[in-house]
């Protein structure tokens, strides 16, 4: 039997267990339709999965993660690890993290750092008319196909800034949503952002104070998210008093990553698992949660004391015969825009020059309202979407 079809099996065998609890749910209600919750687990102790013997499940299971390599036949993954509490672990220890392997699987792998060898590449679509923000990783090597859904996020202008709340959710982009994961936040002028964590990024992390934690505390569906802003990276631009022709200058300071991650051997903070509240729930939305909220502390508590990783943007050259600025972005950007950056460690960090010439992050425009971003180690595709986020918004005075 191929791997197709006995991933077809196991979705036949759970389809039917759903099915069947859906229908007894619609019937029952209180202590009965409590009782409807165990039914998948006694119909999926019933089935031909269930006498599989342990060590042949579990080779069965990674045989499929492993022939699986890409969205969108990787849902099978998903799939499987929806099943059961026993499947679910296995699938997890399996999966490998994206600085490994270089895929982004469940939801907390947006949380993650990107690959170290090599780049995530992603592509963003804005809606104007809704201010809305969606980030999708492509299926293929063309600049922008069809894509597969990573988060959204909407712009919420306030009279003394601009917040960007971004979620795993396309729809519900609420800071009382579960699927919030956290904002970006601007001054009055555009010219400074900061990035906040829903969750704490590391071990040890400081939530910051302010008024929007505390609405979060209040609006949250359950007190056993434990929502709140934590400050993980701080953007700047400069401004351009002068009117000097010339892309925008701007300055990242990583507040939860230490400078040594770029060096050979560093590491960078990775969570592990979202602290959310439904812990065996699988919601409509692309991905599966996790159980409870842990975090690799390995090398983690220190973060604090050490110097915090600052990237800046590369400089670009002025080419005589076009007359413009430029940057090679190999192909991945083709329309000349303010907006277009590419982030390197800055020299403050104190690394080589050719780790300085490396490029963490790229963006840059292909089309009226589509945008190539592309990300690397150590920086995650939550924080990469900030940072593209803050070119978004208008800079009168750096430009």
């Known amino acids: 039997m191929s791997f197709r079809s006995l991933i077809q099996d196991m979705r036949d065998e759970f389809g039917s267990i759903s099915r069947h609890t859906l229908r007894s749910r619609s019937h029952r209600s209180g202590n009965a339709s409590r009782a409807a919750a165990a039914e998948p687990s006694e119909a999926m102790d019933q089935s031909?999965?269930?006498?599989?013997?342990?060590?042949?499940?579990?080779?069965?299971?990674?045989?499929?993660?492993a022939s699986e390599s890409w969205w969108p036949a990787r849902k099978d993954v998903v799939s499987c690890a929806g099943v059961c509490r026993t499947w679910r672990g296995i699938m997890k220890e399996a999966v490998r993290v994206p600085e490994v392997s270089g895929k982004l699987t469940f939801p907390i792998s947006l949380k993650q750092p990107g690959p170290r060898d090599g780049t995530l590449k992603c592509f963003i679509r804005r809606n104007r008319t809704t201010q809305t923000y969606y980030l999708y990783i492509g299926l293929t090597e063309a600049l922008t196909d069809d894509g597969k859904f990573l988060l959204a996020a909407r712009k919420c202008r306030k009279p003394t800034c601009t917040d960007y709340l971004i979620s795993l959710d396309k729809i519900d982009m609420s800071k009382g949503s579960s699927t919030y994961i956290g904002k970006l936040r601007s001054n009055f002028l555009g010219t400074k952002f900061t990035v906040y964590?829903?969750?704490p990024p590391y071990d040890g992390a400081v939530v910051s104070k302010s008024r929007s934690a505390r609405v979060i505390g209040l609006n949250q569906v359950s007190p056993r998210i434990p929502a709140g802003n934590y400050p993980v990276s701080h953007i700047s631009y400069e401004l351009n008093v002068l009117g000097s022709r010339g892309p925008r200058r701007m300055n990242c300071i990583?507040?939860?990553?230490?400078?040594s991650a770029v060096e050979e051997g560093g590491k960078a903070p990775t969570q592990t698992e979202f602290p959310l509240s439904s812990l065996d729930s699988f919601p409509s939305i692309p991905f599966f949660r996790s159980k409870s909220a842990r975090i690799d502390t390995a090398s983690q508590s220190s973060t604090q004391k050490e110097e915090r990783l600052v990237l800046k943007n590369k400089s670009p050259r002025w080419h005589e015969q076009l007359q413009c600025w430029c940057l090679n972005f190999r192909g991945r950007v083709t329309v000349a825009s303010v907006k277009n950056f590419q982030l390197v460690a800055s020299d403050d960090n104190g690394s080589g020059n050719q780790e300085n010439d490396k490029v963490i992050l790229q963006f840059g425009k292909i089309g009226k309202d589509l945008f190539t971003m592309d990300y690397r180690y150590p920086i995650s595709a939550f924080q990469a979407f900030a940072i593209c986020l803050s070119s978004f918004d208008t800079k009168i005075a750096c430009e």
């Open 48 to 65: 031909c999965w269930a006498q599989l013997p342990p060590e042949l499940l579990r080779e069965v299971l990674v045989r499929i993660e």
């Open 197 to 199: 964590d829903a969750h």
């Open 254 to 259: 990583m507040d939860s990553i230490p400078a």
